[in-house]
């Protein structure tokens, strides 16, 4: 409350000598008044109300006393501090509720010499305390701007004083009327108050208050920053906050929820429900409590309210039954995929030992083998014949390893890991996870997540998965994994090691002929809204579809191109031609256009320098010509064909070969000093690398050097040594199909390497010669004709 000083004071100080010896007192609970202060008060004692009636006729006269304490509802003189005001009534008024209204205005301190209610009311005698006169010094009068400087402060900081309060205090020069101005608009505690109305120096009075200004001043400045720190954050979230209370009334009307206090009860019965584990039930107890404490729209209430959910939500005790029939998942497989037979019999025995063992660890696969061949669906068709729910977790471009092991929830917008999102979005605690492209993972400065893999798939720790946003372990050893890739060079070693590699080859052009047929046909029809009735592709369509329109391992540019006839077919039947469709080879271009692809073909004549070898991609197996010319020069060799450094290499080992064996290949000794050697691997545009070219390099450049032609019908692939030793290399069946493709009729393979050619199916190698060999002179003796008559002018023979 704000008190003002009145513009007429019906007593000076100098006139304080004509007041009474004796009376009528009024006790305050919890105000402490000060001379020449206007202040309103209510009476509500009858006491009182009496002593205020009977100092009516008194000048109005009566004193003011201040309580020791406040609930005393009785007071007597022992009761009251000893000093007080006396003060004048100025204004009387009676209200309706029994109750009395006046408006005092204080004249003077006094000092309560004697206290008695023998008069139906307490009556006090007392002795006006004088106010000393003051010299102005310097001190007093620093000490006088301080105090108002203070005042003013006190008022910037936000504290409600009127502005006609500021005004009177800026014209007083009076120490003790300013003291008692400041300390009745301070709100002070009254034991302050009344110590400042018991000073009666005025100097000593206005210092006691210039020290409680300071600390009000403190305070408040205090209580600004705190103010100016919550200001952002409350500006930010008042309009969240309006419309939660919208939102919470609008639910508490449409009886969505009854009360605040359910949110816990309803997590806590969540928890009870939910049969975590003891480690897990714990941290969501701890995190609930600190739910409890924390106001309901505040930002740490929604992460915990999520980190909550996420626990909660998590399959912690529910399993899916495994339908373990292998005659039904043998069905399954060869219904949804033809060929594939080394992988599905692996799928087969896993299941089976499962089948005996239930309790045996999870299944490792990792599918290596090209685009297109079936690795994804072949784990969606798994899952689907034992019953299991299927998880597909794409790493391609995975660089970070929190995307395998979560963010901690010290990070904004942490989540968990993908493993433990697959797992939630399964629902159960025993799905087949397929992780896709794990040859395809990053690494860089934000860690590793092939080494976070190793916790994920390894049968002896992911028992105890720990994700860093859940906290707690998760059992994954229930959960059966399987992994692809496209190659396996990529996969970290230690990652690799945990794999059991099971390799899928490329589909000859047969198994794409019954693909297409059984599966690819029947699905872009039903995709574009076609029947037999409309469309109908031939045999022979289908097999120029496949040599002419692609060239890949697997079967998707070939299901892209039977979707492109659909899609030209039924715009033909959505403009009304309801005629049916066949398409033949001889129409085929004009619904594919023209053929992407020459057919592989054998070279029309031997020919000298021009060797064939066998080569292995991401999409399958090719034949690669490596063409040798010489040219005048001092012995220098040059490749081109946009080499690896691998190839190159075997280029060089080639040539240091046939150096040293001249004279037994039948090569002139001053070829080497007097030609250079240009090798060329056509397709320059095509990066090439890898050591099976060495002994088709080798062959080319002997054949050139010794004007001996290579057999057209011959291809061949193997690792050439200095000693002219043929090492083994992979893709060999890849590699027999672009031979079969091409119209070889001989190949030459590594002797190492004839293993491998047995477990290629019969049909696959039927026409083909295979020759197996240890030394390069055998490649040459196989490869080679006799020499020729004259040497070549320019060139190479076309």
């Known amino acids: 409350m704000t008190h003002e000083l009145s513009d007429e004071l019906p007593l000076t100080n100098e006139g304080t000598g004509d007041i009474p010896d004796t009376l009528p007192l009024l006790p305050l609970r919890d105000i402490v008044i000060f001379p020449f202060l206007i202040v309103p008060l209510f009476v509500q004692r009858e006491k009182s109300q009496r002593a205020i009636e009977n100092a009516l006729p008194n000048r109005r006269l009566i004193v003011l006393a201040t309580q020791r304490n406040p609930e005393d509802e009785d007071p007597t003189g022992d009761d009251l501090h000893r000093v007080g005001t006396i003060a004048a009534v100025m204004r009387l008024l009676k209200t309706g509720d029994g109750r009395v209204r006046i408006l005092v205005q204080g004249l003077a301190r006094a000092t309560l010499l004697r206290v008695t209610d023998e008069a139906g009311y307490l ?63 301070l709100d002070a505690k009254l034991s302050d108050a009344q ?18 200004m300071a600390r009000e001043v403190g305070i408040l400045t205090v209580q600004q920053e705190i103010s100016s720190q919550a200001k952002g954050e409350i500006d930010r979230s008042q309009r969240e906050f309006y419309l939660r209370q919208q939102l919470k009334a609008i639910q508490q009307e449409l009886g969505e929820i009854s009360d605040a206090g359910d949110e816990v009860a309803a997590y806590q019965e969540k928890i009870a429900e939910a049969r975590l584990p003891e480690p897990a039930r714990e941290e969501a107890t701890r995190q609930l409590k600190r739910l409890e404490r924390l106001h309901p729209d505040a930002a740490e209430a929604g ?8 626990l909660l939500a998590l399959p912690w005790n529910t399993f899916s039954e495994d339908h373990i029939d292998l005659q039904h998942v043998k069905a399954v497989l060869d219904a949804d995929h033809y060929g594939l037979e080394k992988v599905k019999e692996r799928i087969l025995e896993a299941l089976a030992v499962r089948r005996l063992k239930p309790d045996t660890k999870g299944l490792l696969l ?19 014949a034992i019953g299991r729910k299927f998880v597909h977790i794409s790493l391609g471009g995975v660089h970070d390893e929190a995307e395998i092991r979560g963010h901690r929830r010290t990070y904004v917008g942490a989540m968990p890991g993908r493993i433990i999102l697959g797992l939630q979005q399964a629902g159960t605690k025993n799905p087949l996870m397929l992780l896709d492209e794990v040859d395809k993972l990053g690494n860089d400065f934000r860690g590793d997540p092939a080494s976070a893999l190793l916790e994920v798939l390894d049968p002896e720790q992911n028992h105890a998965f720990r994700d860093n946003y859940l906290g707690v372990p998760f059992d994954l050893s229930k959960v059966m994994f399987l992994l692809t890739a496209n190659v396996t060079d990529t ?34 029809l039903a995709e574009s809204g076609l029947t037999g009735k409309h469309l109908a592709i031939t045999e022979s369509a289908l097999r120029m579809t496949i040599a002419r329109y692609t060239r890949e391992a697997g079967v998707r540019q070939l299901e892209r191109e039977i979707g492109k ?18 398409i033949t080879a001889a129409n085929l271009s004009d619904y594919l256009g023209v053929p992407k692809f020459k057919a592989d073909a054998i070279l029309s004549q031997d020919r000298i320098g021009v060797a064939a070898g066998l080569a292995w991609t991401s999409v399958g197996g090719d034949v690669m010509h490596v063409e ?171």
């Open 366 to 384: 990792c599918l290596v083998g090209p685009p297109g061949v079936g690795k994804t669906s072949l784990g969606r068709s798994v899952a689907k």
């Open 123 to 185: 009556q006090a005698q007392v002795q006006t305390i004088p106010e000393a006169s003051v010299e102005m010094t310097l001190e007093v009068e620093a000490l006088i701007r301080a105090v108002k400087g203070l005042l003013e402060r006190i008022v910037t900081l936000g504290k409600q004083i009127s502005a006609e309060v500021l005004a009177i205090a800026a014209s007083l020069d009076d120490p003790g009327r300013l003291a008692d101005l400041c300390a009745s608009n």
């Open 303 to 310: 992460l915990l309210r999520t980190y909550l959910d996420t």
């Open 628 to 798: 040798a010319l010489l040219l005048r020069g001092k012995g220098g060799l040059l490749l081109t064909g946009k080499l690896g450094e691998v190839m190159k290499e075997s280029a060089h080992a080639a040539l240091s070969y046939a150096k040293s064996r001249a004279r037994e290949l039948g090569i002139e000794p001053d070829v080497f000093t007097q030609h250079d050697l240009h090798i060329h691997v056509p397709e320059g545009a095509i990066p090439k690398d890898g050591p099976s070219a060495g002994i088709t390099m080798a062959t080319a450049m002997v054949s050139a050097l010794s004007r001996r032609p290579v057999r057209r019908t011959v291809a061949m692939t193997g690792e050439i040594t200095l000693r002219g030793d043929v090492l083994p290399v992979g893709g060999i069946r890849e590699k027999i199909l672009a031979a079969r493709r091409a119209g070889i009729k001989t190949v030459i393979l590594p002797a190492q390497n004839q293993p491998d050619v047995r477990d290629i199916p019969a049909e696959l190698v039927k026409g083909l010669k295979f020759i197996y060999v240890q030394e390069v002179s055998e490649v040459f003796a196989a490869a080679l004709g006799k020499a020729a008559k004259t040497l070549p002018a320019k060139g190479v023979n076309k």
């Open 565 to 582: 006839m659909c899609r030209k077919v039924a715009r033909r039947v959505a403009e009304g031609d309801s005629g049916k469709v066949t």
């Open 195 to 212: 110590a400042i109305l018991e000073e009666a120096d005025p100097i000593a009075r206005l210092r006691r208050v210039h020290d409680l």
């Open 491 to 524: 996969i970290q070693p230690a990652l690799r090691d945990r794999l059991e590699i099971v390799r899928l080859s490329g589909y000859t052009q047969e198994e794409k002929l019954v693909i297409a047929r059984r599966h690819l046909v029947p699905k872009q």
